[in-house]
């Protein structure tokens, strides 16, 4: 099971697919949640995740725009796919019939 | 058209970097940077550089104060403990706002020495491998076996160059020539620094623009400048196509080739300007004294085996040139001590004095921290009775403190910066380097560093002892009478305050009576309404060389007739400014920089005497307010050269005390130049107001040595109205020319005493702090105490207690504090008072007047900060107390 923050940074990267790494991780979150996000708060949930074999990561090549730093990328493993179908349906069932007290402001 | 280059990269800010990679795990920052930086990037490609810093500091705080991952991290109790201390001190604002004043006034002092000393005595100097680079002096045994210094003659230099010991070496002159600029508009006197061509890259100096000096710029027919940083950026306006122009130099084209950066000459010299020095290549000395040399040892050689070598070499000298080089010999001194050295004890000092106020800041918040403690004795046990562990309560308690110190480190920083900028403008700027204060992120580190250290510090034992077993009686909330060791810890602290008070009162005291004392000096002259401006007459259109006969003999006469004429027009159109009393020219004002010195022996005599010359217009006697005491002054026009010689050179040539008046000195040398001596003036203080060199010889400036380089005058109007008069007489007479430099005599006096007035601001105002938490450091560990007491204090007026027996109860213990603490004080001041001595003038560090004053007045401060909570003791309402 993952803890919330760690259920948003699953479903951030099954969107970002093959684009997912630190930085486009924490600018789908804030931008889908509104919420900021500190850098140091998406690696310490990565390297959770990976310790629970949910992700793996592999590290890229220096990149100038980066100061000459390398690119963490984050790739879902068979198991982290079951939680974040596990975390949909949950989401989904509980949701049900309530979408539309939450749609409207 | 050339291409606009390409706009230089932004740079995240270093200390927010720093701070958002901590709470991060250190295999994983590379990456978190570099994500950071990339969205930094991109937000100062869309907004721009500052909006993006200001989003990068923003997420560095953020990063710092993330809870997400607080799960599970060992940081983590303590980060909740912080919050919860923010809650807490909230709870009390008068008592959290009186603690984080105190760590600010403590800590504010401290940050502020802190950047003004760090880069004086600690930061790296902006040269490449400092440590391998060396200042070689002329070294002889003068009188008392000292060991003097000097500048080096060509020949000195010639020799030594060679040695071995250092893969490089420059020369430069000792003095800086100053010249009249003409580029665009007005021209401008600047000073320039004559360097060899290794100058540069024996400092590692590279240049901003252009280049720096080469060997072949000593043979080029139009000659070559290197400009200081400053003046490109003041003088040109910071314009990239200077390299290459061609500007005037007292009217002869010079062409400039480089910038280099500001600091490029700090502590050997940093004039405007550098240009190449040309030395004869022969290995002749020539007495003439003017060279200073850097080296740069090479690889394998130590100073040490560097000064054997140089030894060695000036032995030589000695045995080839035997009449100019017997004793001498040269030796290399560390660099870092020749550019810091005059700045490092008045820094200690000061380093001393804050840490002092720190010292009390810190007794007086552990104070304030155990009265806190035992007020909140009674939540602790019971917070302990529910199980919170010792270790939990004690960390609760740190953290509380921890936060209390980073807000006054926050507010002391803040303190610091505003007096450190107010304190930049009276600083001598000569000595410290406060054109470099450290860093913002060095500031800000030492900061968060003395905060952490002091909040733990000051929060430690309270806290130990506040989180021990619960004692019986805390929970029931009864305790109403004071332990033993309660009572010794207060006297010991309001005992430590007043003696730290004591302490720095009266090194300030000491400071600020030689300033007053330095200030009322008698200088043996009145320069009353004084003012004085620079201007340089150029050698090449002012001077000439003249073949004269005299006594049947053809000589090459150096004749400065052009200048003289052109000075006496200056001195005549000058005393025509309405508002000007009465001017004058001079080769050098007293306390000037610029130094004018020569020997001195009486006709017939063998002895030389060394005395600063004043070459001057007859008026300036007059202008200065120097006293004639025998004899006459000099006229316009004299038949033969004359002198006027101060009381104590005329004293020192003829020792007899014979009338000097009629007799005749040689200047130089036994066979120098004679002149008459026809008056004695009184001495005057003319390098220093606090060293008595009263050694003047007055001259005619007609005599023709020492050409005036000032203006003086007397004047009650302000330099900034006459500045354009006088401007203009001089454009009128030459329009090459600058007048520079236009100051006061007070502005002079001042400059002069700048590093005590320096010095004074910051003790004074380090021994006001001390003075002030002292007070309410008493104040408050009273105040607590009556309150704590105040049911023992009603039981006892219940009991018929009279009230002078109450107060006692309060005032006794405090007074034997008081007391004790004083003595301490005197001792402490006694035990520092080799170090203060130095910095004393005509007074004793000791000085039993200043020790009895200010223990008295300290005792008197801290006895009225006493006063309202013994009286409040004494007014307890006997049935309210036990009510309560």
Redesign the interface.
Known sequence: MAGDFEQLVLFSIVRLGPDAYGATIKRDIEARTGRSLAISAVYVTLARLEAKKLVRTHVGEPLPERGGRRRKHVKLLPAGERVVREAYRAFKGMLEGLEERFETP | MTPRPPAPRV??PRLAAWM?G????RV?R??????????F?AVARLRGAAAARRWYW??AI??L??R??L?GMPMRLFFSELRSSWRQMLRSPAASTAAILTYALGMGANIAIFSVAWPALLAPLPFPDEDRLAVIWLTYQGRDNTTQINPLSGGDYNDIRAARSFSNMAAYSHYLSEVNLSAAGQPRQITIGQVSASFFPVLGVQALLGRTLMPSDEDRDVPVLVLNERTWRATFGADRAVIGRTVRLDGDPVEIVGVVPAHAGLGTIEPDGWAPLTLQKDRERRRNYFLRAVGRLAPGATRATANDELAAIMKQAGRDFPDSNKGLSATAHDFRDEMIGPARRPLLVLLGGAALVLLVAGINLAGLQVARNLHRAHELGIRQALGASRLRLFAQLVAENLMLALAGGALGAGFAMVTLRALARVAPADDWHTGQLASPAGVAAFTIALAVAMGVAVALIPAWRASSPPRPDATLGRGSTASRSAARARIGIIGAQVALAVVLLIVATLVGTSLARVLRVDRGFRFDQGLVADLALPQSRYSAIETRVRDGKVERVYSTAKATQFLDALVERAEAIPGVTRACVINQVPLDPQVGSMTWVAEGDTRMISSSVKSASPGCYDVLGVPLLQGRLPRAREAEPVVVLSRSIAAALWRDGSDPIGKRVHMGLANGPLMTVVGVVGDIRNNSLERRQGNQVWMPHANGYFTPSRLALNSALPPASLAPQLRAVLTDLDSELALANIRTMDDIVGKATAPRRFMLLLLGGFAMIALVLSAVGIYGVLAHLVGQRAREIGIRRALGAPTLHITRVVAGSTAVAILLGAAAGLAGARALSAVVASLLFEMSATDPRVYGGVAAFVSVAAALAAWPPARRASRVDPLRALRD
């Open positions: 740079l995240p958002a901590l709470r991060v795990a994983e590379e990456y978190a940077l570099g994500d950071l930086e990339e969205d990037q923003r997420q953020g990063s104060f993330s997400t991952h799960r």
